[in-house]
């Protein structure tokens, strides 16, 4: 047996709205900008290292 959704629509705009001012709210924290960053700079390092033509140089 089926029963009826009693939830209203929230239009597409709304939700996009509110999920990009919680993600821009919470990546903006300064503790986050730092573990992106430093997930950034060790990714570039590895790849750098990893780089032939540049361990050449």
């Known amino acids: ?3 009826k ?3 209203h629509n929230v239009r597409k705009d709304t939700i996009e709205d509110f999920v990009f ?4 709210n919470y990546v903006l ?3 986050v900008i730092d573990s992106i960053a430093e997930v950034v700079v ?3 390092n590895s790849e750098l ?3 032939v ?4 140089l």
């Open 21 to 24: 001012e919680k993600i821009k």
């Open 29 to 31: 924290e300064p503790n």
């Open 5 to 7: 959704c009693d939830k």
């Open 1 to 3: 047996m089926l029963s």
């Open 42 to 44: 060790n990714r570039f």
């Open 49 to 51: 290292s990893n780089n």
């Open 53 to 56: 033509v540049l361990t050449k």
